[in-house]
């Protein structure tokens, strides 16, 4: 069992970066405010409570409530796949069989799948605001609906700080298109990357990820490939623009386990296993902190 720690510790340093690279969806990920109870259920704490009244001088302070609460949360996402590599396949290769097998598969699978759940789940969430359009070739300036993202958020009264952007590579290039830079002589490079608008970070999302419903595969049979696939009706998501504490996504047990040829009972492989147990919620009192724009043309 040594070995297979000494190729986990060898890996997983790797791995991780790889994936916090590539998903778009980990800036989400938190454990504050997570209380990890058994089974698959975690709790967040919700609080809520009464505004002013009227203070009588004689009586004092009107008594006013304050409901604070672990409310559950259940997770639903469990997914898992386990690989074989053939060790003579892999020493014919010269090691790269092996050494990009869980690199490659946390970066093509993992985080897109990650981020296209993630990202629906939110979409797909009763009573957030948002807009549509009925094509985003119409869209004649993608700055105007940036700002009514910011403006409804405002109107809400949600906190101008810790704000994110999620756009998808398409409507990015709109929103360059909306906004002109002067070049002068001295200048020899341009530069069109937009990292933040009026104080909210832009993050590109390729659209495959950003649908308003997907449809997870299990696996086994017909589903053997595997990952995701637009749900049979969806829309295509332009952006989704939150204050980070309305989303919380929990992982609540990921494992990575490698296993060289001399440990492996079953063949004369290497075989690497890997699971993740996670969800993404949106907070109750807390939707108005999003706003999303998507199609009005459903894809199907």
């Not at 969806?25 to 990890?36: H, I, K, P, Y």
């Not at 409570?49 to 009107?62: C, E, H, K, P, V």
């Not at 909210?200 to 017909?222: E, H």
Request: aromatic share 10%; glycine share 8%; with cysteine.
């Amino acid at each position: 069992m040594a070995n297979t720690f000494e190729l986990a510790q060898k890996f997983l340093p790797i791995l991780d970066e790889v994936y916090m690279k590539e998903s778009k969806s980990s800036a989400l990920e938190t454990r504050d405010g997570v209380l990890f109870t058994g089974a698959n259920t975690i709790k967040l704490y919700e609080t809520q409570m009464d505004g002013l009244g009227d203070y009588d001088r004689q009586n004092g302070f009107i008594t006013g409530d304050v409901n604070g609460a672990w409310n559950p949360y259940t997770l639903e996402i469990d997914r898992g796949r386990s690989f074989t590599i053939d060790a003579m396949d892999n020493d014919e290769t010269l090691g790269m069989a092996f050494g990009t097998l869980a690199g490659e598969f946390l970066r093509t699978r993992v985080a897109p799948e990650s981020d296209a759940y993630t990202f629906a789940k939110i979409a797909g969430t009763d009573g957030i605001s948002h807009g549509t359009h009925d094509a985003l070739a119409d869209i004649t300036d993608a700055t105007d609906e940036l700002d009514k993202g910011i403006a409804q958020l405002n109107e809400d009264e949600v906190p101008d700080t810790d704000r994110l952007c999620y756009v998808s590579e398409k409507f990015y290039q709109k929103i360059q298109g909306a906004i002109t830079k002067s070049i002068t002589n001295t200048e020899t490079n341009v530069n069109k990357t937009i990292e933040v608008y009026d104080g909210v970070q832009i993050i590109r999302v390729p659209q495959r990820r950003f649908l308003s419903a997907i449809t997870l595969y299990n696996g086994k049979d017909a589903q053997k490939a595997g990952g995701y696939v637009p749900a049979s009706t969806n829309y295509n998501l332009h952006f989704i623009m939150l204050h980070k504490p309305a989303v919380k996504k929990v992982t609540k047990h990921s494992v990575l386990r490698i296993f060289a040829p001399d440990v492996n009972q079953q063949a004369d492989a290497y075989k690497v296993d890997y699971r993740v147990y996670y969800d993404a919620f949106v907070m109750k009192n807390k939707k108005k902190g999003i706003y999303f724009l998507r199609s009005d043309v459903a894809n199907t």
